[in-house]
């Protein structure tokens, strides 16, 4: 003949006097839950049992996306205040020269992306060297260079950005870098009326830091403002 174990009476007691302390332990209601089913036996279907796993399960899910959605609003607040800070350091400048200097310098680091490569298309073939010995940075194209380089030369119409992975980088764009980029974050540049399209190009070694499924809200917002900042070097 067998006998129950008989709780202590201090534990008793303190159960008793706090019994908050027992329904906020998950683990001590499992297990308070899985001994009263098999006190039950296996031939009883305990309902309230069901219902609460059922619970439990959706309560985890919630949690879940509360953390998720937690962790994308700190993600894009700190997404905003470094766009925010690029843009400041790329208004500081009052002449061409240290403008570009600092899209290959500060910006870059700002921005967390290993090239700034800037792209204008000409007409004017004795552009190319004047302008293209500024800086490393910029790259000076024929009219249609652009887009043929935002669609890869497949036609059709190309994004204001465009977010993809690459195998490896232009070297026409980034030079010796080429090779280790894989990834590209491309915005197309509209200067006004009359004038030809540029093209920002930001490159990354880290193959997902630039990809399709990305949003690009604060890309375009980039775009928008650098656009205007060029129209001063462009007037």
Not at 36 to 59: C, F, K, P, Y
Not at 71 to 87: K, M, P, S, V
Request: glycine share 8%; hydrophobic share 45%.
């Amino acid at each position: 003949m067998s006998s129950s174990p008989k709780i202590e009476d201090a534990l008793r007691e303190a159960i008793i006097s706090q019994p908050d302390v027992i329904l906020d332990d998950k683990d001590v209601m499992n297990a308070l839950i899985a001994a009263n089913e098999r006190s039950m036996g296996a031939n009883i279907v305990d309902l309230r049992g069901i219902a609460m796993d059922r619970m439990e399960t959706r309560l985890d899910r919630l949690e879940d996306t509360h953390r998720s959605v937690i962790a994308a609003a700190y993600e894009n607040l700190a997404g905003t205040n470094q766009i925010h800070r690029a843009i400041l350091r790329m208004l500081d400048p009052v002449d061409f020269e240290p403008f570009l200097k600092d899209l290959g310098g500060d910006v870059a680091e700002i921005l967390r992306v290993d090239a700034v490569r800037l792209v204008l298309e000409t007409a004017q073939g004795d552009m190319d060297l004047v302008l293209s010995s500024l800086s490393d940075v910029l790259t000076i194209a024929d009219p249609g260079y652009v887009e043929d380089y935002l669609t890869q030369a497949r036609g059709g119409a190309s994004r204001q950005v465009t977010l993809r992975q690459v195998q490896s980088g232009s070297e026409r764009l980034y030079g010796d870098k080429a090779a280790w980029i894989k990834s590209e974050a491309c915005l197309k540049l509209d200067f006004g009326s009359g004038r030809l399209p540029g093209l920002l190009v930001l490159g990354a070694e880290d193959p997902h830091m630039f990809g399709p499924q990305q949003g690009a809200d604060l890309l375009v917002f980039f775009t928008g403002v650098f656009e205007r900042a060029m129209r001063r070097w462009l007037s």
